[in-house]
C-alpha cells in the first residue's frame, strides 16, 4: 500500500463488517439499487471485493443490470471509494444509536424461512430485537405508503387481532400502511 492511501477497512474489520459497510457505501452512488448490488454480490461473492476489481471487470458486471449511466457509476466506483465508505461508516453509526441492524443472508440470525424462498434478500435492515426474527408466528403486514383512512383502519384492526393471537408483526418499516401497522403492534 502506497503512504498516501489508508486501508477502507479497519485490520480488525470482520468479513461481515465490511460486507456491510460495502453495501451502504455502493447503495449511495447515484442509480445504483437492488438489481446492480445483487448483480455485483453475484458476479464477485462479496461486495467488498467490488473496490479492488478493475474497472473494466466492474464495467461488464454491470452492463447485466443495464444502468443508464454505467460508465459513471463505475468511475465513482473507483474515484470516491474513501468518501463512499466514510459516508457509509457514518449512516451505520446513525443506525448504531437508533438500535437499526443489518443482517446478511450468511449471518445465523438471518431468519431460515425467508433463505428458503426464490429471489430471498440478501441482506435485511431490522429495527428492533433481531432475534425475534427465528420466531414462528411472524406474520408481514405491508401495504401502501399512501394509504385511505379506511385502509389504515382496516391494517390497525387487524394487526391487532393478529398480536392479540400471539403473532410477531413485521413489515419493511415504510409510511402509510407499515408504520400505522407497527403503532398498532
Known amino acids: 500500500?502506497?503512504?498516501?492511501?489508508?486501508?477502507?477497512?479497519?485490520?480488525?474489520?470482520?468479513?461481515?463488517?465490511?460486507?456491510?459497510?460495502?453495501?451502504?457505501?455502493?447503495?449511495?452512488?447515484?442509480g445504483v439499487g437492488i438489481k446492480s448490488l445483487r448483480t455485483l454480490l453475484e458476479k464477485f461473492g462479496r461486495l467488498s471485493s467490488v473496490w479492488e476489481t478493475p474497472e473494466d471487470k466492474?464495467?461488464?458486471?454491470?452492463?447485466?443490470?443495464?444502468?443508464?449511466?454505467?460508465?459513471?457509476?463505475?468511475?465513482?466506483?473507483?474515484?470516491?471509494?474513501?468518501?463512499?465508505?466514510?459516508?457509509?461508516?457514518?449512516?451505520?453509526?446513525?443506525?448504531d444509536k437508533r438500535n437499526i441492524r443489518?443482517?446478511?443472508h450468511s449471518d445465523p440470525r438471518f431468519p431460515k424461512r425467508l433463505n428458503e424462498i426464490p429471489n430471498a434478500p440478501y441482506w435485511l435492515f431490522v429495527e428492533g430485537n433481531v432475534s425475534l426474527?427465528?420466531?414462528?408466528?411472524?406474520?408481514?403486514?405491508?401495504?401502501t405508503r399512501n394509504p385511505s383512512a379506511l385502509g389504515i383502519r382496516y391494517a390497525r384492526k387487524v394487526t391487532a387481532l393478529l398480536a392479540k393471537d400471539g403473532f410477531y408483526i413485521v413489515s419493511g418499516l415504510a409510511?402509510?400502511?407499515?408504520?400505522a401497522v407497527h403503532k398498532t403492534a
Do not use: C, W, Y
Open 1 to 30: 500500500m502506497e503512504n498516501d492511501q489508508l486501508p477502507l477497512f479497519a485490520s480488525n474489520a470482520t468479513n461481515e463488517n465490511s460486507e456491510i459497510v460495502s453495501l451502504m457505501a455502493l447503495s449511495k452512488i447515484q
Open 58 to 95: 466492474l464495467l461488464l458486471a454491470l452492463r447485466k443490470s443495464s444502468l443508464p449511466r454505467l460508465s459513471s457509476i463505475v468511475h465513482e466506483i473507483k474515484t470516491n471509494k474513501k468518501e463512499l465508505i466514510q459516508a457509509a461508516k457514518t449512516q451505520l453509526d446513525i443506525f
Open 102 to 104: 443489518i443482517i446478511l
Open 133 to 143: 426474527l427465528s420466531q414462528p408466528n411472524l406474520i408481514a403486514v405491508v401495504g
Open 175 to 179: 409510511e402509510g400502511i407499515d408504520a
